[in-house]
């Protein structure tokens, strides 16, 4: 994850190159090290140093290191011929390197050739079983023909081995709310909490998942994940807050007839509304009516 | 005490300055052969995959208290149950280093490399030291001493009259072989520094067993009580929202 101290300095570098004022250079360098897609300006900029030899061979050994970079930019933006002449500089250099071959394996995959690509990975995989870019680069490909069933089965595979890869999880959770399997959703937010357990995305997306499941218990730990989001950000997060008042609000349909409140925090849904309110009135007066309305009918 | 010695100019030129600006030559030398022998080595899946077991359950043991009981205990039985737990090692499986070592060869031709590429170069010089400049007197460093350095400067001079701040040229040589570090560092690059003390700790540490952690973690696992600190969010959700509203 990009910290905020991170992206500023990111964003400051990619204005001052925008307007002509140097350290193109830094700025493709502080792209990769965060690992951020900024393919276009990465293209432009990047193919303007590989175009001048001077700066080019002032790089040194880190040539090739930006030739990769523009090569993968160059994909993103469908720039194939460019990431071709790229990639032959890179295959001229580096005749059996098998990072080269994991770039021929994208050209093939941007150009769609999914089975010629699957190809190359295959081989890649042959000399190196544990390589986890080209498991990763697999999942994507069988994501991109829109074979889900293969993206998830390849997946678990890849995670019966990389069990600590966390943006695997992410993935592989987002596939199954894609598909509405959110039993095994839930188990893949609960795997994500578990590695970054102070990251309020996950218990957020988690309370989604079991409000969505329905049913009293699942309503219960649902609210209490919408809780934990809110104590996480401060109470900054409307989604967090109107999914208080959701849960509430099922949660007295489903538990009518024997009608024992959760004793635990009865004030909590009247405070999120209140807060919900107040956010409103501040940024978005017009909208207030929306929300008092929906608000009003939530509460039986 | 013994009148001060005169060394001879001519010592200092063909025996201190060559023996320095050879093992300074070696070092390089070692240096670039070990880069060319040095062979991709890929990783061994259950080594991988163990590595990666430990760091999930170690999660799951840290924050054990974010997911709900249910969950967490049936992860607990996924990792540490007696029939096929992922953190269960059956106890004659648990082989150790050793009888792996002996069972891989490529293991151990990784570790003969390693040692011919620091040992042959140290006997050799070592012998080549030995032969050509045994008994020398090759420098005199500029403050006296007292007598226990004696066997770290005076190595191969027998004479207990010579005075100890002279350094003989076979300890002149393991001064060189243990103190050219830094210069190294500075040569080859920070990190490509030879480092003959740090290795003969590798070395030392090389039976490193995976399975003990992972029993470790199971044991560590079996003992985590579970409690729930969601519950505990909920109030907490509250005073942060008293404040917001107020």
């Known amino acids: 994850m990009v910290s905020k101290t991170e992206e500023t300095q990111l964003n400051r570098l990619e204005n001052q190159v925008d307007n002509g004022g140097g350290g193109a250079w830094e700025y493709l360098c502080l792209v990769r090290k965060l690992k951020v897609r900024r393919s276009e300006k990465v293209l432009k900029y990047g193919l303007s140093i590989l175009n001048d030899p001077k700066k080019r061979s002032a790089l040194g050994p880190e040539e090739w290191t930006l030739y990769e970079q523009v090569a993968i930019a160059a994909m993103d933006c469908q720039c194939l011929n460019v990431a071709k002449d790229c990639i032959k500089a890179l295959l001229k250099k580096f005749p059996e390197s098998k990072r080269v071959g994991r770039l021929e394996g994208m050209l093939l995959e941007a150009k769609g050739l999914w089975a010629e690509a699957e190809k190359v990975y295959s081989s890649l995989l042959e000399d190196n079983p544990l390589d986890q870019v080209i498991h990763k680069r697999k999942v994507a490909m069988a994501k991109a023909q829109g074979n889900i069933s293969g993206a998830i089965e390849s997946l678990n595979k890849y995670l019966e081995i990389f069990m600590a890869d966390h943006d695997a999880w992410r993935e592989l959770a987002e596939i199954y709310v894609s598909l509405q399997m959110y039993k095994q959703a839930t188990f893949c937010y609960e795997e994500l909490i578990l590695s970054q357990p102070t990251v309020p995305l996950y218990h957020l997306a988690y309370a989604d998942v079991l409000y969505t499941l329905g049913g009293l218990e699942n309503l219960q730990t649902s609210k209490k994940y919408y809780a934990s989001t809110i104590d996480l950000t401060g109470g900054k997060n409307t989604r967090a807050l109107l999914g208080v008042c959701l849960c509430t609000s099922a949660i007295g349909q489903?538990?009518?007839?024997?009608?024992?409140?959760?004793?635990?925090?009865?004030?909590?849904?009247?405070?999120?509304?209140?807060?919900?309110?107040?956010?409103?009135r501040q940024k978005a007066d017009d909208k207030l009516g929306l929300l008092t309305s929906a608000l009003r009918s939530l509460k039986i | 005490m013994a009148e001060d010695l005169v060394l001879d100019t001519a010592i200092r030129d063909w025996v201190l300055i060559p023996l320095s600006v050879v093992m300074v030559l070696i070092?390089?030398?070692?240096?670039?052969?070990?880069?060319?022998?040095?062979?991709?080595?890929?990783?061994?899946?259950?080594?991988?995959?163990?590595?990666?077991?430990?760091?999930?359950?170690?999660?799951?043991?840290?924050?054990?208290?974010?997911?709900?009981?249910?969950?967490?205990?049936?992860?607990?039985?996924?990792?540490?149950?007696?029939?096929?737990?992922?953190?269960?090692?059956?106890?004659?499986?648990?082989?150790?280093?050793?009888?792996?070592?002996?069972?891989?060869?490529?293991?151990?031709?990784?570790?003969?490399?390693?040692?011919?590429?620091?040992?042959?170069?140290?006997?050799?010089?070592?012998?080549?030291?030995?032969?050509?400049?045994?008994?020398?007197?090759?420098?005199?460093?500029?403050?006296?001493?007292?007598?226990?350095?004696?066997?770290?400067?005076?190595n191969g001079i027998d004479l207990?009259?010579?005075?100890?701040?002279?350094?003989?040229?076979?300890?002149?040589?393991?001064?060189?072989?243990?103190?050219?570090?830094?210069?190294?560092?500075?040569?080859?690059?920070?990190?490509?520094?030879?480092?003959?003390?740090?290795?003969?700790?590798?070395?030392?540490?090389?039976?490193?067993?995976?399975?003990?952690?992972?029993?470790?973690?199971?044991?560590?696992?079996?003992?985590?009580?579970?409690?729930?600190?969601?519950?505990?969010?909920?109030?907490?959700?509250?005073?942060?929202?008293?404040?917001?509203?107020?």
């Open chain 1, 254 to 280: 489903v538990s009518k007839g024997r009608n024992k409140e959760d004793k635990e925090s009865p004030e909590l849904q009247s405070l999120a509304a209140k807060a919900l309110e107040k956010e409103y």
């Open chain 2, 27 to 154: 070092g390089v030398l070692r240096y670039f052969v070990s880069k060319l022998m040095r062979s991709f080595q890929v990783p061994d899946l259950k080594i991988v995959k163990e590595g990666q077991v430990i760091v999930r359950a170690r999660n799951l043991r840290g924050a054990a208290n974010f997911i709900p009981p249910k969950s967490f205990r049936s992860r607990r039985v996924y990792f540490s149950n007696e029939e096929n737990g992922l953190l269960f090692v059956p106890k004659g499986q648990a082989q150790n280093a050793q009888a792996q070592m002996f069972s891989d060869p490529n293991m151990a031709m990784d570790m003969m490399k390693k040692n011919l590429s620091m040992i042959i170069p140290q006997t050799l010089t070592f012998a080549w030291v030995n032969f050509f400049f045994s008994g020398f007197v090759a420098a005199k460093i500029p403050f006296p001493l007292t007598q226990r350095f004696r066997s770290m400067l005076q």
């Open chain 2, 160 to 246: 207990s009259t010579v005075d100890v701040s002279y350094v003989s040229s076979r300890s002149w040589y393991f001064l060189n072989l243990f103190g050219l570090r830094g210069l190294f560092s500075l040569i080859l690059g920070e990190e490509n520094a030879m480092d003959d003390t740090q290795r003969m700790m590798q070395m030392g540490g090389f039976g490193f067993d995976p399975s003990k952690s992972l029993s470790a973690e199971k044991d560590g696992l079996d003992i985590v009580q579970h409690d729930w600190a969601l519950p505990k969010f909920e109030h907490r959700a509250e005073a942060v929202l008293k404040k917001l509203v107020s």
